[in-house]
């Protein structure tokens, strides 16, 4: 089976940086996501990491360390529309190329 | 594209009543997915289908669930007979293939409460 640990909620201000880490355990791993999901809505995909090393996609990062079973999300110039969920999610190719997800972290943004 | 479509967006039923979720994918993805989420355990793999055929339900709960799929255009998710702790939000999601770098797309969700 897989372990996907992630912290449950973060707070940070706006205009300011925040890093949701996010730990894996996995036999066959495939590749990490990372997706945010809005309070009622659906998640929606932000960002895909297969070998380590940092993604870089505006105001939004996302790091990998494969030998470690370490990922973090980093978004920068946090804006209030970005107060969400952020699910971690891992494909396991030992287990079909299902992904499975996290917990989430709820991430709020203060004025 | 439309993308994902699920029907009903909410569902409210009483115990013992037989309810049935639906989706469309995005024409083109030969990967389709049910999951569950709940605030205790999180987003949760129930069953997924490659070229409409079941490839893994391992994740179903019990017997009271049942999911099928006719054709490439759409999946029905059965439970008979609900009870409430199956309220939930209910999605469903494709994908291109097994291996996709951009994931899964998701529906909207069907958000059912069993009283």
């Known amino acids: 089976g897989q372990n996907i640990d992630q912290p449950t909620e973060m707070t940070a201000t706006e205009g300011a940086i925040v890093q949701i880490n996010c730990t894996y355990q996995t036999s066959g791993f495939n590749g990490l996501f990372w997706y945010q999901q809005h309070a009622g809505e659906a998640p929606t995909f932000l960002s895909y990491n297969v070998l380590d090393g940092l993604e870089e996609k505006g105001r939004f990062s996302s790091f990998l360390s494969r030998s470690k079973g370490y990922s973090y999300l980093l978004l920068k110039e946090l804006q209030m529309k970005d107060s969400a969920s952020y699910l971690c999610?891992?494909?396991?190719?030992?287990?079909?190329?299902?992904?499975?997800f996290g917990g989430g972290t709820r991430v709020l943004v203060k004025p | 594209d439309a993308g994902v479509i699920q029907s009903p967006r909410h569902e409210v039923t009483e115990m013992g009543q037989e309810v049935t979720l639906r989706c469309k994918p995005i024409s083109g993805h030969d990967y389709l997915f049910w999951y569950r989420q709940t605030m205790m355990r999180g987003l949760e793999l129930l069953i997924y289908f490659n070229n409409n055929v079941p490839i893994d339900d391992s994740g179903m709960p019990e017997d009271r669930f049942s999911a099928k799929m006719p054709n490439a255009s759409f999946s029905t998710l059965k439970i008979q007979p609900s009870e409430p702790r199956d309220s939930a939000v209910y999605f469903c999601?494709?994908?291109?293939?097994?291996?996709?770098?951009?994931?899964?797309?998701f529906g909207s969700g069907t958000r059912l409460t069993v009283v």
């Open positions: 999601a494709s994908s291109t293939d097994g291996a996709s770098k951009y994931g899964y797309t």
């Open positions: 999610a891992v494909r396991d190719y030992a287990a079909g190329n299902k992904l499975t």
